[in-house]
């Protein structure tokens, strides 16, 4: 069976994730996690990445980018895995590999989406039932993006950037959007997206893509998407499905 086309653009954000092999642990001490992204951090500035949010998982992790060429991000993915599986590997004497098949990504949409998309990626340890608060998990980017905490990994999104004209008023704002959980067929759009390879947006998003790509990327679902409440906010309780885009 032909491997399933990924999607991936230059200056589009793309939400990556990769699962350790039949769901087994992937970092086990709080080092792995530590040289983990260490090499995150050098193959971001390697192939010009742009990271906004990330969490690491016991057994996954998730990654939300923007590169800038289609190639950035499976070469940022290749770097990674090339040094931590052999770390992994000789840490704890086991041999062969370490992943479930090759990473699954999903392009977003900048307008509405990317926000929603770092409170999907930030949440996952509560959801999980890891912790109660995001803050109280060391191993995702919340802690930077809401509180200043230093982390070179990161590089804000435009989205991120427009949430207030201070740092403090950003930090602020973006704390104010976890007050509230993500919508459930948000949750489930985005999973299925993660699962398809489809993009993460509206319909006029996925005609963009479709036209840049010069293929049909199709849909998560058979069938047109449901279009989400129009009563929501843009930040992921609901988002509204048909307004008009002015960027990725």
């Known amino acids: 069976m032909p491997r399933k086309p990924r999607f991936l653009l ?22 792995d996690y530590r040289v983990y992204l260490g090499w995150i951090s050098e193959a971001a500035k390697r192939w010009n990445c742009a990271v906004h949010a990330y969490v690491l998982m016991t ?5 939300l980018m923007t590169p800038q060429d289609k190639d950035g991000i499976s070469r940022l993915m290749q770097y990674v895995g090339r040094r931590y ?5 000789h840490e704890y004497q086991r041999t062969g590999t370490l992943w479930e098949g090759r ?10 989406y990317v926000l929603a998309c770092h409170r999907y990626i930030e949440l996952n340890p509560v959801r ?5 608060v995001q803050d109280d998990y060391p191993w995702s980017s919340y802690r930077s993006n809401a509180f200043g905490e230093t982390n070179p990994i990161l590089a804000p999104h435009a989205e991120y950037t ?12 973006y704390q104010a959007l976890f007050s509230s959980r993500l919508d459930q067929n948000l949750l489930s759009q985005m999973r299925e997206c993660l ?3 489809t993009p993460l947006g509206n319909d006029r998003f996925r005609v963009q893509i479709e036209q840049v790509l010069g293929r049909t990327v199709g849909f998560s679902r058979r069938g047109r998407p449901k279009k989400p409440a129009d009563d929501g906010d843009k930040y992921g309780q609901n988002i509204p499905g048909q307004r008009p885009l002015t960027r990725f």
């Open 59 to 63: 057994n996954h992790v998730h990654l």
């Open 103 to 112: 990473f699954k990504s999903s392009l977003v949409q900048s307008q509405f």
């Open 10 to 31: 230059p200056n589009v954000s793309t939400h990556v994730v990769q699962r350790g092999k039949d769901r087994q642990a992937i970092f086990y001490s709080d080092n």
């Open 162 to 173: 427009a949430l207030g004209r201070s740092q403090t008023e950003r930090r602020n704002t």
């Open 128 to 132: 999980a039932g890891m912790v109660q």
């Open 195 to 197: 699962q398809t390879g």
């Open 85 to 89: 599986v052999p770390y992994f590997n």
